[in-house]
C-alpha cells in the first residue's frame, strides 16, 4: 500500500474540520466535504481561526499556517470529493443507517487502494465495514475533541480489517502528532465504555438531586483530578452525541446499566444539546 497524502474528510462539524486541520498541518491534502455550503464555509473559518490562535501561541509559524491553508480544499458532494482520496474519513452524526448509506457511496467512489476509516464513537466498524466491498481497508479512527489539542486516536479493527491497513493507519496517526492506541472492535470500544457510564451516572446525581451540576463536577475535577467534570465534558460532547452512544452500549451489550438516564433524554428532546445549542447542564452565551 502506497503512502498516504491525500485525505478526505466527510463532514464539515466540530470534528471533521479539526480532522482536516491537523491533515493539513502535517503536510497532507485535504478534501472537507458537507453537504450543506454554510456548514462547509464554518468549517473552514474555524481551521483558519484554530491556526491563528495556534500562531499566537507560537504552535505554528505563519507561513506554515498559509501552506497549510492553501492545502485544504471544500467541496458539497461526498463521491466527488472521495475520487482522488488515499484515505478517507467520515466525520458525520452517530447514526448508524447513515453511515452505513456513506460508506456504500465512498466505496464505490474511492480508489481501489483507499482506506475509508470511520470516526464512529461507538457503531461496530464490522457492520460499516460489511457495507463495502473493501472490508479489509476499513478502520476505525476515533479522534478526540478538540482535534487540534487531544493526543489520543483509537485505531479499532474490524473482523476483517487487514494488518496493512492497521499499520497504515498506525503510521498516519504519529504523522498527525497524534498517539495512536489499538483496541478491537467491540461497542463504545474502550473510551466510551468506560467514559459515557461516568457520565450517564452523573445525570442521574443531577436528576436524583443528589447535588447541583456545578457540585458534581467540582467533585470530579478537584477530588479525582478530571480536567472538566463528566456534566461540563458531556455539554462539549453534544447531548444528543452522549444519548446515541449510550443507546448503542445498552443495545449491543444488553447490560442495564449503560440505560440512558431519563433526565438526559429530556434535554436531547427539548433541544437542549450542550455548548452547540446555547443549554445543556450549563448555559453558553454567544
Same mark, same amino acid.
Given at each position: 500500500?502506497?503512502?498516504?497524502?491525500?485525505?478526505?474528510?466527510?463532514?464539515?462539524?466540530?470534528?471533521?474540520?479539526?480532522?482536516?486541520?491537523?491533515?493539513?498541518?502535517?503536510?497532507?491534502?485535504?478534501?472537507?466535504?458537507?453537504?450543506?455550503?454554510?456548514?462547509?464555509?464554518?468549517?473552514?473559518?474555524?481551521?483558519?481561526?484554530?491556526?491563528?490562535?495556534?500562531?499566537?501561541?507560537?504552535?505554528?509559524?505563519?507561513?506554515?499556517? @498559509?501552506?497549510?491553508?492553501?492545502?485544504?480544499?471544500?467541496?458539497?458532494?461526498?463521491?466527488?470529493?472521495?475520487?482522488?482520496?488515499?484515505?478517507?474519513?467520515?466525520?458525520?452524526?452517530?447514526?448508524?443507517?447513515?453511515?452505513?448509506?456513506?460508506?456504500?457511496?465512498?466505496?464505490?467512489?474511492?480508489?481501489?487502494?483507499?482506506?475509508?476509516?470511520?470516526?464512529?464513537?461507538?457503531?461496530?466498524?464490522?457492520?460499516?465495514?460489511?457495507?463495502?466491498?473493501?472490508?479489509?481497508?476499513?478502520?476505525?479512527?476515533?479522534?478526540?475533541?478538540?482535534?487540534?489539542?487531544?493526543?489520543?486516536?483509537?485505531?479499532?479493527?474490524?473482523?476483517?480489517?487487514?494488518?496493512?491497513?492497521?499499520?497504515?493507519?498506525?503510521?498516519?496517526?504519529?504523522?498527525?502528532?497524534?498517539?495512536?492506541?489499538?483496541?478491537?472492535?467491540?461497542?463504545?470500544? @474502550?473510551?466510551?465504555?468506560?467514559?459515557?457510564?461516568?457520565?450517564?451516572?452523573?445525570?442521574?446525581?443531577?436528576?436524583?438531586?443528589?447535588?447541583?451540576?456545578?457540585?458534581?463536577?467540582?467533585?470530579?475535577?478537584?477530588?479525582?483530578?478530571?480536567?472538566?467534570?463528566?456534566?461540563?465534558?458531556?455539554?462539549?460532547?453534544?447531548?444528543?452525541?452522549?444519548?446515541?452512544?449510550?443507546?448503542?452500549?445498552?443495545?449491543?451489550?444488553?447490560?442495564?446499566?449503560?440505560?440512558?438516564?431519563?433526565?438526559?433524554?429530556?434535554?436531547?428532546?427539548?433541544?437542549?444539546?450542550?455548548?452547540?445549542?446555547?443549554?445543556?447542564?450549563?448555559?453558553?452565551?454567544?
Amino acid at each position: 500500500m502506497s503512502g498516504i497524502e491525500r485525505v478526505t474528510v466527510i463532514g464539515g462539524g466540530t470534528m471533521g474540520n479539526g480532522i482536516a486541520h491537523v491533515c493539513a498541518q502535517a503536510g497532507l491534502d485535504v478534501v472537507l466535504v458537507d453537504l450543506d455550503q454554510a456548514v462547509l464555509d464554518a468549517g473552514l473559518s474555524t481551521i483558519a481561526r484554530n491556526m491563528d490562535r495556534q500562531v499566537k501561541k507560537d504552535l505554528l509559524s505563519p507561513e506554515d499556517k @498559509v501552506a497549510a491553508l492553501g492545502r485544504i480544499s471544500g467541496v458539497t458532494d461526498a463521491a466527488d470529493g472521495a475520487r482522488e482520496a488515499d484515505l478517507v474519513v467520515e466525520a458525520v452524526p452517530e447514526r448508524a443507517e447513515l453511515k452505513y448509506s456513506l460508506f456504500r457511496t465512498l466505496d464505490e467512489a474511492s480508489p481501489d487502494h483507499a482506506i475509508l476509516a470511520s470516526n464512529t464513537s461507538s457503531i461496530s466498524i464490522t457492520e460499516i465495514a460489511a457495507r463495502t466491498d473493501r472490508p479489509e481497508r476499513v478502520i476505525g479512527m476515533h479522534f478526540m475533541n478538540p482535534v487540534p489539542v487531544m493526543k489520543l486516536v483509537e485505531v479499532i479493527r474490524g473482523l476483517a480489517t487487514s494488518d496493512e491497513t492497521t499499520a497504515a493507519v498506525v503510521a498516519l496517526s504519529r504523522r498527525l502528532g497524534k498517539t495512536p492506541v489499538e483496541v478491537n472492535d467491540f461497542p463504545g470500544f @474502550v473510551s466510551n465504555r468506560v467514559l459515557m457510564p461516568m457520565i450517564n451516572e452523573a445525570v442521574f446525581a443531577l436528576m436524583e438531586g443528589v447535588a447541583e451540576a456545578e457540585a458534581i463536577d467540582q467533585v470530579m475535577t478537584l477530588g479525582m483530578a478530571h480536567p472538566m467534570g463528566p456534566l461540563t465534558l458531556a455539554d462539549l460532547i453534544g447531548l444528543d452525541t452522549c444519548l446515541s452512544i449510550l443507546e448503542v452500549l445498552h443495545r449491543e451489550l444488553g447490560d442495564d446499566r449503560y440505560r440512558p438516564c431519563p433526565l438526559l433524554r429530556k434535554y436531547v428532546a427539548a433541544g437542549w444539546l450542550g455548548r452547540k445549542s446555547g443549554r445543556g447542564f450549563y448555559r453558553y452565551e454567544g
